[in-house]
């Protein structure tokens, strides 16, 4: 396997549910710019997931509100990226639809875990193939999932994509306590938490 890419973005920015994409390639023209524009494709959702599965993989994350009593949005952003990251190999760049804060992007450099080139750039969904896949991928399971009680499915169609963070790893870097260290009310928020992840994480909640 040669070296890969990977796009990412997000839809329902600071809204709930909130899906962040990661989309993998090994096309170099996958992360050539253009000065057009891309076309955001909202019709036609299984169309567009069959035709970027042709030559992409892609992985998800369901964030629900309940992460917003334990991070800061900054910070779900951080490790929602890192998630993504980590679960595809042999990656050469990451380009991320948006702006990231020095402190955060160091974060999330040290939470990935490898040595590659992390790119966050404004309107990279609009230059850049693979975060414009990431964008459209975004928003067709945004509204799948936002509608799958409506639609009376179990939010399970694309379950072979979706990503559980572990939120404990996360503790100690966001909110400053490990292990015994651990604020009381703190911990039993995270404890609450993982308690209820079946429920977050099918996304139809």
Do not use: W
Not at 8 to 29: A, H, Q, T
Not at 180 to 198: A, E, Q, T, W
Request: glycine share 6%; hydrophobic share 30%.
């Amino acid at each position: 396997m040669g070296r890969g890419y990977l796009g990412i973005d997000e839809s329902n920015n600071g809204r709930y549910p909130e899906i962040f994409v990661g989309v993998y390639s090994e096309n170099p023209e996958d992360i050539v710019t253009t000065t057009k524009g891309l076309s955001k494709k909202r019709k036609s959702p299984k169309r567009i997931i069959n035709s970027i599965l042709q030559e992409r993989e892609f992985k998800y994350i369901v964030i629900d509100e309940s992460y917003s009593q334990l991070f800061h949005t900054k910070n779900i952003s951080v490790l929602a990226a890192a998630e993504l990251i980590r679960a595809f190999n042999n990656l050469e760049r990451i380009i991320i639809d948006g702006e990231i804060r020095r402190t955060e992007l160091r974060n999330l450099e040290g939470l990935a875990q490898k040595p590659v080139i992390i790119l966050p750039e404004p309107k990279a969904d609009v230059k850049y193939p693979i975060v414009n896949a990431a964008d459209n991928l975004a928003h067709i399971l945004y509204k799948y999932h936002s509608e799958c009680k409506r639609k009376n499915n179990d939010g399970k169609d694309y379950e072979e994509h979706l990503i559980t963070p572990n939120i404990y790893e996360y503790s100690c870097l966001f909110l400053g306590q490990c292990d015994k260290k651990k604020n009381k009310n703190d911990k039993d928020k995270i404890s609450g938490f993982r308690k209820n992840k079946n429920l977050i994480f099918t996304a139809c909640s």
